[in-house]
């Protein structure tokens, strides 16, 4: 069966500090990966997805993610965060045409 | 355009009792998904409609049901609640075929209390 695993739970940064957020998922074959976001007071979006192509994946408000095949991984990275980044951060994952399978989320909290 | 809309935003609730819950998805969405989201298990898949039939649904026990209507609303009923079920269920709606390929869209929740 599929999972998606996020190794932090709560990471506290202080702006400007680079942030890598990990997530490795097990699935053999072709998936999907994306990130989603919760700002605190609002709905879950999406921050940026890979379906195929460059594994360098670039989303919004600066956020890139790295696919790397041979790890199942799916981290996402900032070079630089700001306190308005603070939310939770959750990785999913889905083979084709199947359903999606989300990680429990990590906590970011960004010290001004 | 309008979000996702889910009714009611919060609803209490007590064992054994059944409840509804509403979603709305963007104009012009054709699939809608459920979620369950705990502290303990994080963002759960449910279901997930397309075109009022249901493509795929995750690993809940048939207490958890929903479905589509032609106008693409979605309701999800749970019936002989339990203290477990207490959790915010998510809607969410995306434009196209199916999960692999849309970018989903989530409403607000409901927070459902079962006391």
């Known amino acids: 069966a599929q999972s998606v695993s996020q190794h932090n739970h709560h990471v506290i940064l202080s702006e400007a500090a680079s942030l890598e957020l990990g997530c490795n998922y097990s699935?053999?074959?072709?998936?999907?990966l994306f990130w989603y976001v919760q700002y605190p007071g609002q709905h879950l979006q999406l921050l940026l997805k890979?379906?195929?192509?460059?594994?360098l994946v670039k989303g919004i408000k600066g956020f890139e993610a790295e696919f790397i095949k041979s790890k199942f991984s799916f981290n996402l990275r900032k070079p630089s965060v700001q306190w308005s980044d603070t939310a939770e951060y959750f990785c999913?994952?889905?083979?084709?045409?199947?359903?999606?399978?989300f990680g429990k989320g990590t906590r970011l909290h960004i010290l001004p | 355009k309008a979000g996702v809309t889910q009714t009611p935003r919060y609803l209490i609730k007590t064992r054994g009792q059944q409840v509804t819950l509403s979603c709305s998805p963007i104009?012009?969405?054709?699939?809608v998904s459920w979620y369950q989201q705990t502290p303990g298990q994080g963002l759960q898949f449910l279901f997930e409609?397309?075109?009022?039939?249901?493509?795929n649904k995750g690993n809940f026990p048939g207490r958890f049901s929903g479905r589509q209507f032609s106008n693409s609303r979605s309701e999800m009923n749970v019936s002989t609640l339990e203290l477990g079920d207490s959790a915010l269920y998510l809607c969410?709606?995306?434009?196209?075929?199916?999960?692999?390929?849309?970018?989903?869209?989530f409403g607000p929740g409901t927070r459902l209390t079962v006391l």
């Open positions: 999913a994952v889905n083979a084709r045409d199947d359903k999606i399978i």
């Open positions: 890979y379906f195929s192509g460059d594994p």
């Open positions: 409609y397309f075109s009022e039939t249901q493509r």
């Open positions: 699935y053999g074959g072709t998936v999907n």
């Open positions: 969410a709606s995306a434009a196209g075929t199916g999960l692999s390929t849309d970018t989903q869209y």
């Open positions: 104009s012009g969405h054709r699939s």
